[in-house]
């Protein structure tokens, strides 16, 4: 999203009525706060491989570096701030708290429009925001979105059509509300209002989302949850509890695959959907590519994907790749970048789909024609919410 499409964008709403280089000292992100149940799940659900997550506090310290030509701004969260930053010089344009006292953020996406929030006063009473910039990346405005949510269940995953008109969310089961529950995925019309769930019968989430320009068609990846009534330190937990819990995340299938939905229209009196006839696309790499996947992304017309793949270690380490391959067939395509030290795991891109965000050691940093670019450095990976 850059500041000129951002005040056309808001021109043609009023008339209808409605970072590879250092680049000096900028000055660090504040720490995070102690986080609750959104941290560990969308760590979770940014993994290949099972994962074993825990309730605990994850802080991130961000150091911010100059990233070439990209989107004008990118958005960094914590539980109480969105910071919004230039992606040439790091520095620091806007800022958007919590609007509530008690409410804390979770998860974050992008469009050309603005910047998407959701938040939460417990682990089962969630509230959308969209965040509008100014030209100079000052916040403008911040409006609540008219999202309802099935009950008993909240996001764990979450993206936005490249034209800001459809909001589309991966469900779970809140905590204390029984077993996780089949696989659920909703969308929302945030041009027309209404939404639509779509259901399989599967237990498990949909994780790693992400939507084609219009919005019409939704990638995804499916991923099984075991979670362990057992607190941290050994100590057995009543069911029902939510402060402390064990779970097991994973993607179902060590197969690199990615699902598409067509979600059809969306909008009041289309009831729910049927997750079920989503069309499974197998990726088929080159023999040189190493298997393992870590993050899958449709582009904005649909045509292809961009997935992260090669093994890596805890320590970061690994052989990452950055691939295309066709949508149709899932043949591979392009080799966008390859790092023989470092494993790379796809966090999200920007709008078009040309830089995509990834996760390299403890950096964040984007991959296009002239290689990779670092954005920020990181002291906890898993605990960062980032947006373009």
């Known amino acids: 999203?850059?500041?000129?499409?951002?005040?056309?964008?808001?021109?043609?709403?009023?008339?209808?009525?409605?970072?590879?280089?250092?680049?000096?000292?900028?000055?660090?992100?504040?720490?995070?706060?102690?986080?609750?149940?959104w941290a560990p799940v969308l760590a979770a659900v940014t993994a290949a491989v099972a994962v074993v997550m825990t309730a605990a506090a994850m802080t991130a310290g961000v150091g911010v570096v100059a990233v070439g030509r990209a989107p004008e701004y990118f958005a960094v969260g914590d539980e109480q701030d969105v910071v919004f930053r230039r992606s040439d010089t790091g520095q620091e344009t806007g800022r958007f708290p919590v609007p509530e006292p008690g409410l804390r953020f979770g998860l974050l996406a992008s469009a050309r429009d603005g910047f998407y929030v959701s938040a939460s006063a417990d682990a089962c009473a969630t509230r959308f925001f969209r965040v509008r910039?100014?030209?100079?990346?000052?916040?403008?405005?911040?409006?609540?979105?008219?999202?309802?949510?099935?009950?008993?269940?909240?996001?764990?995953?979450?993206?936005?059509?490249?034209?800001?008109?459809?909001?589309?969310?991966?469900?779970?089961?809140?905590?204390?509300?029984?077993?996780?529950?089949?696989e659920?995925?909703?969308?929302?019309?945030?041009?027309?209002?209404?939404?639509?769930?779509?259901?399989?019968?599967?237990?498990?989430?949909?994780?790693?989302?992400?939507?084609?320009?219009?919005?019409?068609?939704?990638?995804?990846?499916?991923?099984?949850?075991?979670?362990?009534?057992?607190?941290?330190?050994?100590?057995?937990?009543?069911?029902?509890?939510?402060?402390?819990?064990r779970g097991v995340f994973g993607v179902k299938s060590d197969i690199p695959e990615v699902w598409v939905l067509d979600v059809g229209a969306v909008g009041t009196g289309t009831g729910g959907g049927d997750l079920g006839v989503a069309r499974r696309v197998g990726l088929r790499a080159a023999s040189d590519v190493p298997m393992g996947m870590h993050g899958v992304r449709?582009?904005?017309?649909?045509?292809?994907?961009?997935?992260?793949?090669?093994?890596?270690?805890?320590?970061?380490?690994?052989?990452?790749?950055?691939?295309?391959?066709?949508?149709g067939d899932g043949g591979q395509t392009e080799v966008l970048h390859r790092d023989g030290t470092s494993g790379l795991w796809l966090l999200g891109g920007d709008a078009s789909g040309d830089h995509p965000l990834v996760l390299r050691g403890d950096e964040i940093g984007t991959v296009g024609t002239d290689g990779y670019r670092m954005l920020l450095r990181v002291r906890e990976p898993t605990g960062v919410r980032i947006a373009w």
């Open 298 to 327: 449709i582009s904005a017309d649909g045509r292809s994907f961009t997935a992260a793949l090669g093994p890596v270690r805890s320590d970061g380490k690994g052989t990452g790749v950055i691939v295309r391959f066709d949508a």
């Open 184 to 245: 659920r995925l909703g969308v929302t019309d945030l041009a027309g209002g209404g939404s639509r769930v779509f259901a399989s019968h599967s237990e498990g989430m949909v994780s790693r989302l992400s939507v084609t320009g219009d919005g019409r068609f939704v990638a995804f990846q499916r991923t099984g949850v075991e979670v362990s009534l057992s607190a941290v330190d050994g100590r057995e937990v009543p069911e029902g509890t939510v402060s402390a819990w």
């Open 1 to 37: 999203m850059n500041a000129a499409e951002e005040r056309i964008v808001a021109r043609l709403r009023d008339a209808a009525g409605a970072v590879g280089e250092t680049v000096g000292e900028v000055p660090p992100f504040p720490e995070a706060r102690r986080t609750r149940w």
């Open 133 to 182: 910039l100014g030209p100079g990346g000052e916040v403008a405005r911040a409006e609540p979105l008219a999202v309802e949510l099935p009950e008993g269940t909240r996001p764990v995953s979450m993206a936005v059509s490249a034209d800001g008109a459809r909001l589309a969310y991966g469900l779970s089961r809140c905590p204390g509300a029984g077993a996780n529950g089949v």
